[in-house]
């Protein structure tokens, strides 16, 4: 779903991308080293910039991949949430309203958001942290789509995000691993909304959106929080939060299906 949600959302975080003194296309090493002044006036340090640019080079498989994507969906909403959401899934979303339900009434109560939400976008994203949350380096997928023209700015902006998430401590370069366009952790945040989004819910002072439910959870719920969800209100299609959850993925289909999921986690 990563994936659908990127080619959707593209086109409006390009238009809010600030402008970035590297030069795209050429040689690959001098953007790199453009790329590397950048982050130091951002304020990474030398050995963040140093250990996460050591040996990198261009990935073919991630523009490849970039290229394939379309943008479109051609599927009806009953065509498309028979695949996403079964009873299997229902089951062990159930399952896991249950075993996180403390955490998710506090989360509730900070943000204003129903467990049923978070926990099926957490559904959708990745099977609830079990299944394909991306296997490639973080920091040389950005750097591969920032080098390329067609959407610099952007994906320029992305790696020095990515580096900033290095230089705060919340992940090591060795965790930063990710999808096609650079998406991290079990509900695929971009390195951007990491940032800004993130949440310390676990309280041991970094946000770890790999490995700790709570932080997982909590982030993805400010995420929702911050874009105007309303807590106790409705969320179908045509409502307020409807349209609050356009920050989560402008498609109608998965907003749609969030509610969807949602309903059927408590028997709805």
Sequence with gaps: MRIFRWAICLGAVICSSPTYAARCGGDFNTFIAAMSQE???AGVSQAVIAQAFAGITQDPAVLAFDRRQRGTFNKTFEQYVSTRVGPGRINIGRQM???HGSLLARIEQKFGVPP???VAIW???????KGDV???PVIRTLATMAHDCRRTELFQGELLAA??????????????IG?????????QFLPSSYIKYGVDFDGNGHVDLRHSVPDVLASTANLLHMSGFKAGAPYGEGSA???AMREWNRATIYRKTIGYFADRLVGR
């Design 39 to 41: 982050a130091a006036a």
């Design 97 to 99: 309203l249950l075993r």
């Design 116 to 118: 049923e939400i978070v």
């Design 123 to 129: 559904g959708l994203e990745s099977d609830f942290g």
């Design 134 to 136: 991306g296997k490639l």
């Design 163 to 176: 580096l900033k998430i290095v230089q705060r401590g919340d992940l090591p370069l060795r965790d930063l």
């Design 179 to 187: 999808a096609f366009a650079g998406e991290i952790g079990q509900t």
């Design 241 to 243: 939060n409807f349209e």
